[in-house]
């Protein structure tokens, strides 16, 4: 049978189901905290925003994502009035998980229509202006909270804290022992914007600084669209896309997400392991700088 591509509007109404099935699940405490940033942009002056700390989780996001949570929570307070009160007290109800569940399935739409540089342009002048750019590069660089983040990511900066870990047991530790790296790319050949922002985005995660665990999403995203065009990542894209997201179990913990999660896990990896299986792979194709990088 001939295999017919979706369109992007059936990928879009797809996604919009799972999310909205999704509505009544689990959340982190990423829940709460975008809670105060909706507070916090409401009830004060943008001055102001990255100096209060009445709530441990300060707004620490850059300007753009500030003045989103500010146009948000205009909206935010005629739904529910105590969503948007600064408390050092966690808040929450239902209106509240439902205006945030459905700004996020809303605000999908607009990522496709954004223009970042126009944006970052935007929200950065009034800080600009006002001489605030110390204090925000204080709150978006924190190098006191550490180097890694309070989940680790599965990169190689929790090889680094398993050994500093050790070291400190046996008393064997070193201060600002943090290794300074150089990473050089030499491309032999033009490549495409995602053969770029494969390449850019791994060593990104495996050795940036203070890494989330989710952004092994900016390395499988790209690995995706590579794959479905050129077998060649299809292996790589293939262990990246198991390890990777079995790497983000943990975060949803709850029986219901967990069943749900290993549902929707397993059927991506039929799904890709499927693909891998029937895939042909070019057998006379001239060796580039792209499979230097692939390990077959």
Same mark, same amino acid.
């Given at each position: 049978?001939?295999?017919? +591509?979706?369109?992007?509007?059936?990928?879009?109404?797809?996604?919009?189901?799972?999310?909205?099935?999704?509505?009544?699940?689990?959340?982190?405490?990423?829940?709460?905290?975008?809670?105060?940033?909706?507070? *916090?942009? !409401?009830?004060?002056?943008?001055?102001?925003?990255? !100096?209060?700390?009445?709530?441990?989780?300060?707004?620490?996001?850059?300007?753009?994502?500030?003045?989103?949570?500010?146009?948000?929570?205009?909206?935010?307070?005629?739904?529910? %009035?105590?969503?948007? +009160?600064?408390?050092?007290?966690?808040?929450?109800?239902?209106?509240?998980?439902?205006?945030?569940?459905?700004?996020?399935?809303?605000?999908?739409?607009?990522?496709?229509?954004?223009?970042? &540089?126009?944006?970052?342009?935007?929200?950065?002048?009034?800080?600009? !202006?006002?001489?605030?750019?110390?204090? &925000?590069?204080?709150?978006?660089?924190?190098?006191?909270?550490?180097?890694?983040?309070?989940?680790?990511?599965?990169? #190689?900066?929790?090889?680094?804290?398993?050994?500093?870990?050790?070291?400190?047991?046996?008393?064997?530790?070193?201060?600002?022992?943090? %290794?300074?790296?150089?990473?050089?790319?030499?491309?032999?050949?033009?490549?495409?914007?995602?053969?770029?922002?494969? #390449?850019?985005?791994?060593?990104? #995660?495996?050795?940036?600084?203070?890494?989330? +665990?989710?952004?092994?999403?900016?390395?499988?995203?790209?690995?995706?669209?590579?794959?479905?065009?050129?077998?060649?990542?299809?292996? =790589?894209?293939?262990?990246?896309?198991?390890?990777?997201?079995?790497?983000?179990?943990?975060?949803?913990?709850?029986?219901?997400?967990?069943?749900?999660?290993?549902?929707?896990?397993?059927?991506?990896?039929?799904?890709?392991?499927?693909? !891998?299986?029937?895939?042909?792979? %070019? *057998?006379?194709?001239?060796?580039? =700088?792209? +499979?230097?990088? =692939?390990?077959?």
């Amino acid at each position: 049978m001939e295999w017919h +591509e979706p369109s992007l509007s059936s990928y879009v109404v797809a996604l919009f189901a799972l999310k909205t099935l999704c509505i009544y699940a689990y959340y982190s405490t990423d829940f709460e905290v975008h809670r105060n940033w909706l507070a *916090v942009t !409401y009830s004060l002056p943008f001055k102001h925003w990255y !100096y209060e700390n009445t709530s441990q989780w300060t707004l620490d996001y850059p300007p753009g994502f500030a003045w989103f949570e500010y146009l948000l929570s205009q909206f935010a307070r005629q739904i529910d %009035p105590k969503m948007v +009160e600064i408390s050092a007290e966690p808040y929450t109800s239902l209106a509240t998980v439902l205006f945030q569940r459905f700004t996020v399935i809303i605000t999908d739409f607009a990522y496709l229509f954004a223009v970042v &540089l126009g944006i970052s342009s935007v929200s950065l002048g009034p800080f600009v !202006y006002a001489g605030q750019m110390k204090q &925000l590069i204080t709150r978006l660089f924190p190098f006191g909270r550490g180097l890694t983040h309070a989940y680790w990511a599965p990169n #190689f900066w929790a090889l680094y804290n398993f050994c500093d870990f050790t070291m400190l047991g046996t008393r064997s530790n070193s201060r600002n022992a943090t %290794p300074d790296f150089t990473a050089y790319f030499i491309f032999g050949c033009n490549t495409k914007y995602a053969s770029i922002l494969y #390449f850019f985005a791994l060593p990104a #995660f495996l050795f940036g600084w203070h890494v989330h +665990e989710k952004a092994v999403l900016t390395v499988i995203i790209p690995l995706t669209m590579l794959a479905v065009r050129d077998g060649r990542y299809a292996k =790589i894209f293939f262990l990246f896309s198991v390890f990777g997201h079995y790497s983000l179990f943990p975060l949803l913990f709850r029986p219901f997400e967990t069943v749900l999660n290993l549902f929707i896990a397993l059927l991506e990896f039929a799904i890709v392991g499927s693909y !891998y299986c029937i895939i042909q792979l %070019p *057998v006379n194709g001239v060796i580039n =700088i792209e +499979e230097r990088f =692939i390990p077959y």
